[in-house]
């Protein structure tokens, strides 16, 4: 894999990646990602269903992976997918083909989102916030993009409130984010904080890993 930008951010104290990393690390996991889509059902489908199960109208899935997201929608939904990255995009394409809802996919950065003010009902995003370079640009992005009286759906992962495994993360962080783009020990709720969003309600689950999160635009 190659990777450009080998400075450190001080801010997050992971090291700066760009766009085109991001692109480069899921051109070479989209197919893993499809394949496994299984066993990460298996692990967040419960969540998913839990958090997402209720979302109404067009409704925006942010880093869309391989669509993962959409089954756990109601059938009356509008579903519109973003992803930076065109491999993913074209594994999601071929799963949502027989998708119930009217479903629409679009290459685009979370960052900086290609549509218009209050567009949205409802804005998901599960599992990709870690990746998003600028994670509090991307929030952003999503509350613009999402009708004042919507909501904003996060399903993230993060640091573990249990001591063993968040240590293990940290010792692992580095290495992860190098293969997976990914800050595996981020602390959802703090980034949030930093955006213009205002959380509502958040929950907690498989040993503080696992964050869902209900906000509202700014
Ligand atoms: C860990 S995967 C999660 C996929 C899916 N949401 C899920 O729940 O399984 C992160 C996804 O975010 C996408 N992504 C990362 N940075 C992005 C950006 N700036 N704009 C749009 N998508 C981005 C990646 O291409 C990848 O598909």
Same mark, same amino acid.
């Given at each position: 894999?190659?990777?450009?930008?080998?400075?450190?951010?001080?801010?997050?104290?992971?090291?700066?990646?760009?766009?085109?990393?991001?692109?480069?690390?899921?051109?070479?996991?989209?197919?893993?990602?499809?394949?496994?889509?299984?066993?990460n059902q298996a692990f967040t489908g419960r969540y998913?269903?839990?958090?997402?199960?209720?979302?109404?109208?067009?409704?925006?899935?942010?880093g869309c992976g391989v669509g993962t997201s959409a089954q756990y929608l109601g059938r009356d939904t509008e579903y519109v997918g973003i992803d930076i990255s065109d491999a993913v995009l074209t594994?999601?394409?071929?799963?949502l083909d027989d998708s119930p809802q009217e479903t629409t996919l679009y290459e685009m950065d979370a960052q900086d989102l290609d549509f218009p003010n209050d567009s949205f009902d409802t804005v998901i995003s599960s599992l990709s916030t870690c990746t998003? $370079?600028?994670?509090?640009?991307? !929030?952003? +992005?999503? /509350? #613009?993009?999402?009708? $004042?009286?919507?909501?904003?759906? !996060?399903l +993230?992962? /993060? #640091?573990?409130?249990?001591?063993?495994?968040?240590?293990?993360?940290?010792w692992r962080a580095d290495a992860h984010f190098e293969k997976h783009s990914?800050?595996?020990?981020?602390?959802?709720?703090?980034?949030?904080?930093?955006?213009?969003?205002?959380t509502i309600e958040s929950s907690s689950a498989f040993f503080g890993m696992i964050t869902a999160i209900e906000a509202r635009p700014a």
């Open positions: 894999m190659s990777k450009n930008n080998t400075r450190p951010s001080m801010l997050t104290g992971y090291r700066d990646h760009t766009l085109a990393d991001v692109k480069e690390t899921y051109r070479e996991q989209a197919t893993t990602m499809a394949n496994m889509d299984w066993l998913r269903r839990a958090l997402f199960g209720d979302a109404t109208g067009r409704v925006l899935d942010v594994e999601a394409e071929q799963r998003f $370079p600028n994670r509090v640009e991307a !929030l952003s +992005e999503m /509350g #613009r993009v999402c009708a $004042p009286d919507g909501r904003i759906l !996060l +993230e992962h /993060g #640091r573990s409130s249990v001591g063993p495994i968040a240590r293990f993360q940290d990914c800050r595996w020990n981020q602390d959802p709720l703090a980034v949030v904080a930093e955006s213009p969003l205002t």
